[in-house]
């Protein structure tokens, strides 16, 4: 069974970080690029950051371009997003998904909350 599975979301205060992880499970990671999306409340999900399936290629969104860095451990069949410098407009649920040889994102995880506010 095909799953993806985020955690490391909670509470933070302003300028503080986060690392969310996501987990993959009934396939192998490294034959896909996982992206990060977030969906804040009332706004549509929007884009975050990707990786290619070697992890030689990353992609930001402006808004956290020199905050957030993408990385992943194939070995772990895992992709990590650090959230560093967290601003209030950060707050929302954050998902990561696999994007195969279809070109579209397939897996999608549940979710994690991220909420920046002190």
């Known amino acids: 069974q095909v799953q993806l599975v985020e955690s490391g979301g909670g509470l933070v205060q302003p300028g503080g970080s986060l690392r969310l992880s996501c987990v993959a499970s009934?396939?192998?990671?490294?034959?896909?690029?996982i992206g990060w999306f977030r969906r804040a409340p009332e706004k549509e999900r929007e884009f975050v950051a990707a990786?290619?399936?070697?992890?030689?290629?990353?992609y930001y969104t402006d808004a956290v371009k020199g905050r957030f860095t993408i990385s992943r451990d194939n070995a772990k069949n895992t992709v990590y997003l650090q959230m560093n410098s967290l601003k209030p407009e950060d707050t929302a649920v954050y998902y990561c998904?696999?994007?195969?040889?279809?070109?579209?994102?397939?897996?999608w995880g549940q979710g994690t909350q991220v909420t920046v506010s002190s």
């Open positions: 998904a696999a994007r195969g040889v279809s070109g579209s994102y397939d897996y």
């Open positions: 009934g396939f192998t990671l490294e034959y896909y690029t």
């Open positions: 990786v290619s399936g070697s992890g030689g290629i990353t």
